[in-house]
């Protein structure tokens, strides 16, 4: 769901070019990943020199000055941020000088152990930091990283941190794409007519005319020279960890995963759902826009029509401000129109419930248009743990899951009932594993690495708050 208080914030998305006037096909790839961020822009370009350009504000605006861009490779950054303040000198991408020349780095992921490995650059290397980003600590680490190729730096900085990531860098006439060994941000190559791409997610290279060739696979290296791909190599395997919540919420419906539209794997996901929680109900509607395919796959496996009940206004725009609730309820319907239901009993089906405070208003905008009944079906199971990987949720004391049954949150958003997917359920659609996804939003476990960490990163945000 997607109403002018977005509830879970993306984190970021990445793109390199190597191909004529790759700046600009940057750019252009930036446009079809700004759902993944919307704070700041950016784009670095090399031809002997690095061009940089980057901004706070959406692609479109960033871009609108049609900065100078030249070279034949590029990459590109969208920020939502999830680790450092939302100010400009923490956009993307970061440029360092490094012993091997101008190295320049996008990121989408989150590194928990940051803030240790700042002080540790600092004190170390005597380095100067000029962001609170996580980002500039990954670039940092590979200016001093020892070792004579990529595979080998990279598997240093590797070695120190925690956290998720999945990075492009500019290295003078050489792209380089990195998943994290979990494997929990995506990363894929794409073909464009003149050269390669890689992006965070595949819908970027339709817009440049391109195909998909393969998602990067956890803890892949791979390598673009000047005639294409070149072997790159793996960092040190670790369970695999892909974010549930990508097929869920984040990613664009078009983009592949595993050769695999998200568009079908959220239609799946509402036929669990329908297996699961079937609705005695005449008509199916979702909350647009990603709600409408987990409702899809909910009328295929429960025999229900789908039909549209709530239309979405596309010019209003997404804020990040808290508003009261008498506030909320009116943003919900600056966002959403109801087409008359009289009578109908409904089935809602909405993608996730995250703080709940966004649904009661669209059930009493549903009733209003004369439902008879509402019953919510929720295409994830009860978010009940933050994310420290790179999405932004919540805070635990805020997920209402924590504080209400479904029961519960059935009167209190006033549907007849309401009923979640079960994890089990979500992973047979999306084709998974306990063993190869992250679900920890929903279970509280979070990848081995990341649990052990935690305890040491609270104790460093206690510090730097004291500070
Ligand atoms: S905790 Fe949830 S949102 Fe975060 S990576 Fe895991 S599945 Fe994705």
């Known amino acids: ?14 793109i390199a070019v190597h191909a004529p006037e790759a700046g600009k096909l940057a750019v252009l790839g930036l446009h079809a990943l700004q759902h993944r961020g919307q704070e700041s822009a950016g784009v670095a370009t090399f031809d002997g020199a690095v061009h940089l350009h980057k901004a706070m504000g959406l692609v479109e605006s960033v871009f609108a000055c049609d900065p100078s ?12 941020s999830t680790t450092g303040s939302s100010t400009a000198v923490n956009a993307g991408p970061f440029e360092v000088a490094s012993r091997f020349g101008p190295l320049v780095l996008a990121h989408n992921g989150n590194i928990l152990n940051a803030p240790i490995l700042r002080g540790w650059l600092a004190d170390s290397f005597n380095l100067t930091l000029h962001s609170d980003s996580d980002s500039e600590v990954l670039a940092l680490l590979l200016s001093v990283a020892p070792g004579d190729s990529w595979i080998e730096r990279l598997q240093w900085m590797a070695d120190r941190v925690i956290g998720s990531y999945s990075l492009v860098l500019l290295a003078g006439d050489r792209l380089i794409g990195v998943r994290d060994p979990m494997g929990n941000r995506p990363l894929a190559m794409g073909r464009i007519a003149e050269g390669w791409v890689l992006a965070s997610e595949s819908c970027a290279f339709s817009l440049l005319g391109g195909i998909p060739v393969r998602d990067v696979q956890p803890g892949e290296v791979v390598e673009i020279g000047q005639d294409g791909p070149i072997p790159g190599g793996w960092l040190t395997p670790a369970r695999h960890a892909f974010c549930a919540f990508e097929h869920i919420y984040i990613a664009r419906p078009d983009t592949l995963f595993a050769g695999r539209a ?36 909910f009328s295929t496996s429960t025999g229900i029509p789908f039909g549209e009940g709530l239309i979405k206004n596309r010019y209003v725009g997404r804020t990040f401000i808290q508003p009261a609730q008498a506030e909320r309820e009116r943003l919900i319907r600056m966002k959403f129109g109801a087409l008359p239901l009289k009578g109908k009993r409904i089935a809602l089906v909405d993608d996730s419930i995250v703080r709940g405070n966004t649904l009661r208003p669209i ?20 978010l009940t743990d933050p994310c420290y990987l790179g999405v932004d949720m919540a805070r635990k004391d805020e997920l209402i899951a924590n504080r209400m049954g479904e029961d519960e949150l059935a009167a209190h958003t006033t549907a007849d009932s309401l009923r ?7 992973l047979r659609a999306i084709r998974g594993t306990r063993d190869d996804t992250c679900l920890a939003c929903f279970t509280g476990r979070y990848p081995p690495a990341v649990q052990a960490a935690l305890p040491a990163r609270a104790e460093a945000e206690e510090m730097e708050m004291a500070r």
């Open 420 to 426: 979640h997917i079960s994890v089990d359920g979500l």
């Open 262 to 297: 998200v568009h079908a794997v959220r239609r799946a996901i509402g036929e669990e759902l329908g297996r699961e929680h079937p609705a005695p109900a005449d008509l199916v509607i979702g909350v647009p826009d990603s709600g409408t395919s987990a409702a899809l796959g």
């Open 1 to 14: 769901m997607d109403t002018s208080q977005q509830k879970v914030k993306d984190e970021c998305g990445v």
């Open 69 to 80: 861009l030249p070279g034949s490779w590029a990459i590109g950054h969208n920020r939502y």
């Open 363 to 382: 059930v009493a905008l549903v009733r209003e248009a004369g439902a008879s009944e509402v019953h919510v079906r929720v295409a994830s199971p009860p």
